[in-house]
């Protein structure tokens, strides 16, 4: 880990990192556990009966007719689901135990279905009736309790703040591409200036160690890039990845190889009132790279890896009259990682008959969504089953072990 | 009280600019406080018009639905789509409107206090665009006419603004007992807007009342509501019947009167309420001056709030002239906007050059820094506001913001950055740490120059 700062040539620096007043080295923090987590959350909403398709109950081809395109191949994954064309790439992370679902699931939110609410609600892993959302996100309750967590132990990553880490936990916020505007002349006297003030100094310290990392390796080797380059050409949608998410990925895969334990960033544009196939073909192709791309760039590491893929809820199990559908509460989430024990389909089915639906309308949901990143927690980082339902999920049933890592 | 000039117009206003003398005394800056210069030629949107556009999206929205797979389907989209660019638009002419004066105004101890009471009374951080723009009418009818008058006054007109209303879900509240409440099944009190009166707007947290005086104030408050194309109404039918009791006091009743009668007496009695004064005497301190401000400034300041029965003029004039607020070894790291708006200042700009910025310099500019910096324009994270201490706003990416906007914007800004010395000697007059100076000096343009004396601590603190 300490070999990649031995030979920083940033452009930003300009200089040798050596010599760099902005950069002193690193004291090799141990980061209190090996494990990776990464929670991507999808703001919209997510259809998840279409994302992950249970083709296997009967009732489901006449409620999505509106928008299932004929003569499309079928990514089936268990006799029962299918994964949605835009998600093929993953069949093989499926294949190789690296890819589960977890449908009809959701938080304890009801009836009001709006995105803001949900969101916050997912992102706090709290609520009841009446009661208030926590100001904080579970994730950074567990930052809370973890002994031996630093700033950089967790990261999220985007211009907004996401609720999701916001709290007391100490966590680093970054936006990829960050650079200092500054000449080597400029930084140099800009670190003077600063020296007096450890507020400023030490910070904007920080900041060139941050930004020197992302610039100090390539993410992957050239061979990589074609490997990659070819895996994305046979997909729906478009080009691969949008510029943004994939400096993204490249800037999560670079701090997990470094101090970084946990990583969390959202994608947005799944609210899909009309339209839908074209935007989840180009949103979940989106998804796919991106999950390939934590893949290729971790290497070893994908191996102690998961990646929770979240939404505030799910959508109408019918198709509406705009060739999409509306808000809901079912729905659908996506592990991926090696870490886990993949190839697995969770949640009780409920069934598609009208009185199967909650409220006649939406795919009612039979487990918790916080009880699966429950158990990823337990597993990964040893949290107790009694911090997990009063400090990080407070209101949550833990349940059984779903067994949903290796 | 030890008045300095570039101190009080560091910490207290705006900053220094070349445009405008320094003030000589206190009150200098407390009677430029008073009024609004700019009221006539730069208006705000109001309260009025932010209802009528909501209600005319509204109708559009609907027009547009109901009009799918006919023919006027597309001229519906059309008009819909130009209503909310619109409304956008006015939202952004609003930031530019508050930079202009603040960069206009000589010294800017209003524009100062018309930020704390905004962030104080913080509301419209959640839900979408729409609640975005209608959070600036908020501060526009509801904060700006009271920063230099009377506290129970903003404190009434707050409670009775829609943006409030609905920030903190008084539309969801009804008596249970009410006409409406007993016909529906899930209507029910909603205590936020009692809570956070209590907790956040008067008293504070660690004042002596409890969950039932919550409960008791919610009841009370039910009947305050807003309707679409209306705004602010009172609804009899939503009102708990029978007298509360808020801490001791009894309010409303059998043949007492209704409607916004006992609503205002409780807001009045929590006004005066002595631990107001503490709380809000606090919090002035906190922010214009010190993170850990000097324990006698905060009695000075209370107990005038006390005296005056919250006289905000009389209470501003307290916060200046204890000696407290003038120490200079603690000084506070300012926020974002104040960043901005005192580079702005630093660099020469005034009303009209900030007047002439177009929207989309306006965002780059200034809306986007701001994001970047961790502070966006009308979006506090929630009622509590904004983080008053340091670290919450130096930290590694924010810090990043700040440095690149010094060293990027001011030569976007305008043609003619300022020599870098004369710029340090206006901020920072005599006491420029001897590093700074030489590192200004030692700058290989002016651009860096200038970056280097926005981006240093000396100038990022009041």
């Known amino acids: ?406 | 009280m030890r008045f300095d000039p570039l101190t009080a117009v560091t910490r207290f206003g705006g900053g220094p600019s070349p445009l405008h003398a320094l003030p000589t005394t206190a009150s200098d800056m407390l009677d430029e406080a008073r009024e609004d210069p700019f009221a006539g030629a730069h208006p705000f949107t109001t309260t009025d018009d932010f209802v009528a556009s909501e209600a005319l999206l509204a109708e559009l929205r609907s027009a547009r639905r109901n009009s799918r797979g006919t023919a006027e389907r597309e001229a519906n989209d059309e008009a819909f789509a130009e209503a909310r660019r619109a409304a956008q638009a006015r939202a952004n002419d609003d930031l530019k409107r508050s930079f202009l004066r603040q960069a206009g105004l000589a010294y800017g101890l209003r524009e100062r206090l018309v930020a704390f009471w905004s962030d104080h009374f913080a509301a419209g951080g959640r839900g979408g665009a729409a609640d975005r723009l209608a959070a600036l009418t908020l501060t526009s009818d509801a904060i700006r006419p009271h920063v230099m008058g009377s506290f129970t006054e903003m404190l009434r007109a707050v409670v009775r603004h829609p943006v409030m209303l609905r920030y903190l879900d008084q539309v969801r509240s009804m008596g249970p007992n009410s006409r409406v409440g007993r016909r529906r099944d899930n209507a029910g009190l909603n205590e936020n807007l009692a809570r956070e009166l209590l907790e956040l707007h008067t008293l504070g947290v660690g004042a002596p009342y409890d969950q039932r005086d919550v409960r008791e104030l919610a009841e009370l408050l039910t009947g305050l509501t807003v309707e679409r194309g209306e705004g602010f109404i009172f609804r009899e039918d939503f009102v708990e019947p029978g007298a509360e009791e808020v801490l001791g006091q009894t309010y409303g009743g059998r043949g007492k009167p209704g409607g916004l009668v006992p609503i205002d007496a409780v807001l009045d009695d929590l006004a005066r309420h002595p631990a107001t004064a503490d709380h809000i005497a606090r919090k002035l301190a906190v922010h214009f001056v010190s993170d850990t401000p000097d324990p006698a400034l905060v009695a000075h300041v209370a107990a005038r709030f006390r005296e005056t029965g919250g006289d905000l003029a009389e209470v501003a004039a307290a916060l200046l002239e204890h000696p407290g607020a003038w120490d200079l070894t603690r000084r506070n790291v300012k926020w974002p906007a104040l960043y901005i708006a005192s580079s702005l200042r630093a660099l020469g700009l005034g009303a009209a050059e900030v007047s002439a910025l177009d929207p989309r310099r306006v965002h780059q500019l200034i809306r986007r820094p701001l994001e970047g910096m961790g502070q966006p324009w009308t979006e506090p994270p929630d009622p509590a506001g904004f983080e008053e201490a340091d670290p919450s706003w130096i930290t590694p990416q924010a810090v990043a913001a700040r440095i690149n906007w010094a060293m990027r914007s001011p030569a976007r800004l305008t043609d003619a950055l300022p020599d870098p010395r004369e710029m340090l000697r206006l901020v920072a007059g005599d006491r420029a740490p001897g590093e700074l100076t030489f590192a200004v000096g030692a700058a290989e343009d002016r651009k860096v120059g200038v970056g280097l004396v926005l981006a240093s601590p000396t100038f990022q603190r009041v």
């Open chain 1, 1 to 406: 880990m300490m070999d990649r700062r031995k030979f920083l040539t940033s452009a930003v620096l300009g200089c040798s990192a050596a010599a760099s007043p902005l950069v002193t080295p690193l004291t090799l923090a141990s980061a209190p556990w090996e494990g990776r987590l990464v929670v991507i959350i999808l703001r919209g909403a997510l259809d998840g009966l279409d994302a992950v398709r249970p083709l296997g109950d009967p009732g489901y081809l006449a409620l999505r007719e509106g928008l299932l395109e004929t003569g499309a191949e079928d990514h089936g994954l268990d006799g029962f689901f299918a994964l949605h064309p835009g998600l093929a790439p993953l069949v093989p992370l499926w294949q190789a135990g690296e890819l589960s679902v977890a449908h009809a699931t959701s938080t304890p939110y009801r009836d009001k279905r709006s995105h803001f609410d949900g969101q916050a609600i997912l992102e706090a892993g709290a609520w009841a009736r009446g009661g208030d959302i926590p100001v904080d996100g579970w994730l950074n309750r567990l930052l809370q309790i973890a002994p031996g967590v630093e700033a950089r132990t967790a990261f999220s990553v985007g211009r907004e703040r996401m609720h999701l880490l916001a709290g007391a936990g100490p966590h680093a916020t970054w936006l990829p591409k960050t650079e200092l505007a500054l000449s080597a002349q400029a930084q140099q006297l800009l670190e003077l200036v600063y020296h007096e003030d450890p507020l400023f100094r030490d910070a904007a310290r920080q900041a060139g160690e941050i930004i020197a990392d992302v610039d100090a390796a390539p993410m992957m080797e050239e061979e990589d890039e074609a490997a990659m380059g070819s895996m994305m050409d046979g997909m729906a949608g478009g080009p691969g990845l949008g510029r943004f998410t994939g400096e993204v990925a490249r800037f999560v895969v670079e701090q997990l190889g470094l101090e970084t334990r946990i990583a969390a960033f959202s994608l947005g544009g799944w609210d899909t009132h009309s339209g839908q196939n074209a935007a989840l073909n180009r949103g979940l192709g989106q998804l796919a790279t991106t999950i390939l791309t934590l893949k290729a760039g971790l290497g070893p590491i994908w191996g102690k890896t998961a990646v929770l893929v979240m939404t505030e809820f799910g959508r109408t199990a019918r198709v509406n009259g705009n060739r999409g559908t509306d808000h809901g509460t079912g729905g659908a989430m996506l592990m991926a990682g090696g870490a886990l024990k993949g190839g697995q389909a969770f949640g009780g089915w409920p069934g598609l008959d009208e009185s199967d639906l909650y409220a006649g309308r939406d795919l009612m949901p039979t487990r918790d969504i916080r009880a699966y990143a429950g158990h990823i927690m337990r597993a990964m980082f040893g949290v107790s089953s009694g911090d997990l339902e009063r400090v990080i999920f407070p209101g949550l049933d833990l349940g059984e072990d779903p067994g949903l890592l290796l």
